[in-house]
T-cell receptor, first 110, second 113 residues
Framework: GIQVEQSPPDLILQEGANSTLRCNFSDSVNNLQWFHQNPWGQLINLFYIPSGTKQNGRLSATTVATERYSLLYISSSQTTDSGVYFCAVERLNRDDKIIFGKGTRLHILP | NAGVTQTPKFQVLKTGQSMTLQCAQDMNHEYMSWYRQDPGMGLRLIHYSVGAGITDQGEVPNGYNVSRSTTEDFPLRLLSAAPSQTSVYFC????????????FGEGSRLTVL
């Protein structure tokens, strides 16, 4: 099956720093989503981005489907950005199965 | 709007007991699904539904049962709990497709002793 790999697995940054999280996938996909799981366990959908670039405030995401990767950019990090970031893909055969990566754990220090 | 609501948030069971995790959504989404999250892993799909009366298996369906009698509700039943089912369970809904843009509940942490 399709493999979804996220890097880095862990990231510690000072407040105010910028960061780039990467999601690689081993096969063609129909869509890709980025989620933030906050320290209380809540999962928030950040982006639904099968291709191209989207921006929402300090966060932006770019998916290059032909090269099988997506990037999540966080600028001017805040402590509330801490948590785990997951990417999830749907395979191109649209079989209604979403495959999650194992996540990047981000810790923003005050 | 409450979005996706899960109950209970925490539950402890003994091996062999049965229980039901409740999930309700008020967004009028046709598509609902259940995931489990284990330490160091992403989420894995247990069961999903494409509308009232229609359910199907996901990646890890064994030991779980679902039904969808209404658009709003999608309960997950553990028939005979096992320690391997200790996990955090998330219910999700989506508007366009099962694999569409997902909206999650707050999760239910289950411990099986």
């Amino acid at each position: 099956g399709i493999q979804v790999e996220q890097s880095p697995p862990d990231l510690i940054l000072q407040e105010g720093a910028n960061s780039t999280l990467r999601c690689n996938f081993s096969d063609s996909v129909n869509n890709l989503q980025w989620f933030h799981q906050n320290p209380w366990g809540q999962l928030i959908n950040l982006f639904y981005i099968p291709s191209g670039t989207k921006q929402n405030g300090r966060l932006s995401a770019t998916t290059v489907a032909t090269e099988r990767y997506s990037l999540l950019y966080i600028s001017s990090s805040q402590t509330t950005d801490s948590g785990v970031y997951f990417c999830a893909v749907e395979r191109l055969n649209r079989d209604d199965k979403i495959i999650f990566g194992k996540g990047t754990r981000l810790h923003i220090l005050p | 709007n409450a979005g996706v609501t899960q109950t209970p948030k925490f539950q402890v069971l003994k091996t062999g007991q049965s229980m039901t995790l409740q999930c309700a959504q008020d967004m009028n989404h046709e598509y609902m699904s259940w995931y489990r999250q284990d330490p160091g892993m992403g989420l894995r799909l247990i069961h999903y539904s494409v509308g009232a009366g229609i359910t199907d298996q996901g990646e890890v369906p064994n030991g779980y049962n679902v039904s969808r009698s209404t658009t709003e509700d999608f309960p997950l039943r553990l028939l005979s709990a096992a320690p391997s089912q200790t996990s955090v369970y998330f219910c999700a809904s989506s508007k366009d497709r099962v694999a569409g843009e997902l909206f999650f509940g707050e999760g239910s942490r289950l411990t099986v002793l």
